[in-house]
């Protein structure tokens, strides 16, 4: 997917959000790539299209949030470069293998020695029953 520019808007809380992605999605012919949610109550919208309608989309997500108060930024990215490109796309440019876990019998040692241990606690605390034949006495 080719993105020719990139559209940010950042806003407190997400009521702000809200109302700025749908007043950018009305205003011009873009799409919405993501919310994000950051802490604090900071959530950013990011759009994608064409340089013009992610000017006009942008301008009028910033009108909605400031009238809201909630407005923080707001940012054009005209022409992506590839890499920020993979990057909002949550493309991972380096894997990382993992080695496969295994236990090792010591591990299996201790497991089996801690469930022993709890077996005996729980047979030490068990309440003793009285027997109910010589309680008749």
């Not at 559209?7 to 011009?28: C, F, H, Q, R």
Request: glycine share 6%.
């Amino acid at each position: 997917m080719k993105l020719e520019a990139l559209g940010m808007i950042e806003v407190t809380g997400y009521l702000g959000a809200v109302s700025a992605a749908d007043a950018a999605l009305k205003a011009a012919n873009v799409h919405l790539l993501k919310s994000e949610k950051i802490k604090g109550g900071i959530t950013t919208v990011e759009l994608i299209g064409d340089v013009a309608a992610i000017t006009a989309a942008v301008d009028a997500g910033k009108i909605v949030a400031e009238k809201l108060g909630c407005l923080r930024a707001s940012h054009v990215i005209p022409r992506m470069d590839i890499a920020v490109q993979e990057l909002l796309m949550d493309k991972p440019t380096v894997t990382e293998e993992s080695a496969p876990v295994t236990e090792t019998e010591e591990i299996k040692a201790e497991s089996a020695e801690l469930q022993q241990d709890e077996k005996f606690e729980k047979e030490k605390t068990a309440p003793k029953k009285k027997n109910p034949k010589k309680d008749r006495k």
